[in-house]
Every structure is written in structure tokens, then in C-alpha cells.
């Protein structure tokens, strides 16, 4: 248990509160909440606030990542990207506090069938977008190439909101460059197998080529609204 409770109250800052409504989604390391905000003149929203689990070996680095990913996400400021506001500390543990987006994870609309083709060229038309933006994006104060990579790119990061916007999700496994950055994570494999290409399961240094691939291995699921499947390996070739 996170020791974090529905309908339950934290205070931080300056007479700010966060109330918890619900879980979202948990996994081995934290768990994500729908929550409201109050800050200072009666203003409040919604937001999604995910909180790290106390304890575990990896948790120091898991922590770090999760610093450098808000980090990231605030210097990339893009409509189509999962917006990040603060970190804070709740009931103890590491958090950050997201924006909260009203929708569907593209890999539950895949389960339910093909997309049609009209709506799947403007899904990947989006998609694409966000990914370019995202990959020659520039530091907002130096101006120094960030050199995003995502990394992991598949259906269950990419959200479709109730208005029928896109929102790209998790850079939690992130390469990139800023000189506020506490993990290190190059050298690791980081991500999902079944949208790894040839070359980064061959011992390849990831490029940006490894995002298009995972795009493309994503709306060839949303087209024929089944998984891809896990590669075969075989020596000296990949099928």
C-alpha cells in the first residue's frame, strides 16, 4: 500500500491541497491518482498525481527518473505531450503532479478492432507530430538540442482524449540531454521488446529511429486492431 487513501487530504506549500478521488493505474514501483488541487483564492482542477513507493532497491533510481522526466516534460511545453507541473512530497514519498487527461490509452482501442482508415491517417498524422516536435526540440533558456528519444513507443502510451485529441505519455525511459538531469541511462535497455527494432535488439545505440519504428509498429496495430507480437530472433537474422 501507498499509505495514500481515497477522499483523503494533503497539504503542501503555501495553503495548497491535493484530495485524492481514485487509483488510476499502479505498478512495482508507484501507483498514479485522479486528485483535485486547491491552491490560494478558491481555484481548483483535476490532475493526475503519480507517487513513488517507499523502498526497493531500485527505488533511488526509479526516483531520479521520475525527477528528470518532469523536468523534461516541462521544458517541452507541447499541447500534444503530457503536461507536468510540480513535484512535491505526499505522506512521505516522492510525487509529481501531471495534467490530467479525460480518455482512452490507444492499446484499448486497438482491442476492440481495426481503426478506419481516415481516422487512423489522422492518428498517425498526430502522432508523428508530437514525435518531431519532441525530437528537435531545443533547451527553452540555452538553446542546446535537447536530443529526445522516447523510447518507448507503443499503444498503451499514447492516449485519445474524449474530444478526439492525442496525448503522447510516459517519457519515464527518456534519453535526453540538460544539464539538470540525475539519472543516467544510456547504455540501458529501456522500454518495451515488442517495439524494439532489429537494431537496438542486436546492441545498437538507440537513435530517433527507434521512436519511428515504435510508431509504425503501433499503427500497423491500430489497423489491423490486433498486437504485433513478440519479434523471433534468430542468429544473424530478425524476422
Known amino acids: 500500500m501507498l499509505g495514500v487513501m481515497a477522499k483523503e487530504c494533503y497539504s503542501f506549500g503555501y495553503m495548497r491541497t491535493l484530495t485524492f478521488n481514485r487509483l488510476i493505474g499502479a505498478g512495482n514501483m508507484g501507483a498514479v491518482y485522479h486528485a483535485e488541487l486547491r491552491v490560494p483564492g478558491g481555484f481548483r482542477r483535476p490532475c493526475a498525481v503519480k507517487v513513488i513507493l517507499d523502498g526497493g532497491p531500485d527505488r533511488d533510481h526509479f526516483v531520479a527518473r521520475m525527477r528528470d522526466e518532469a523536468r523534461l516534460l516541462g521544458m517541452l511545453q507541447d499541447e500534444q505531450i503530457l503536461g507536468v507541473s510540480e513535484l512535491v512530497m505526499v505522506a512521505g514519498r516522492d510525487a509529481v503532479i501531471m495534467e490530467y487527461v479525460d480518455g482512452v490509452d490507444l492499446s484499448d482501442i486497438v482491442s476492440k478492432g481495426p481503426i478506419p482508415p481516415r481516422a487512423l491517417a489522422e492518428l498517425g498524422a498526430e502522432m508523428a507530430g508530437s514525435l518531431y516536435r519532441a525530437h528537435s526540440a531545443k533547451h527553452p533558456t540555452t538553446q542546446e538540442p535537447l536530443n529526445v528519444i522516447h523510447r518507448d513507443i507503443k499503444p498503451a502510451n499514447v492516449m485519445v482524449t474524449t474530444r478526439g485529441s492525442v496525448r503522447l505519455l510516459d517519457f519515464g525511459v527518456a ?65
Request: aromatic share 10%; hydrophobic share 35%; with cysteine.
Open 175 to 239: 534519453r535526453a540531454a540538460f544539464a539538470s538531469r540525475e539519472s543516467e541511462t544510456q547504455g540501458l535497455v529501456l522500454g518495451t521488446l515488442n517495439y524494439f527494432p532489429p537494431e537496438i535488439l542486436a546492441g545498437g545505440e538507440p537513435s530517433t529511429s527507434v521512436d519511428i519504428y515504435g510508431l509504425g509498429i503501433s499503427l500497423w496495430e491500430c489497423a489491423m486492431g490486433e498486437n504485433w507480437g513478440s519479434p523471433r530472433v534468430k542468429q544473424n537474422r530478425f524476422e
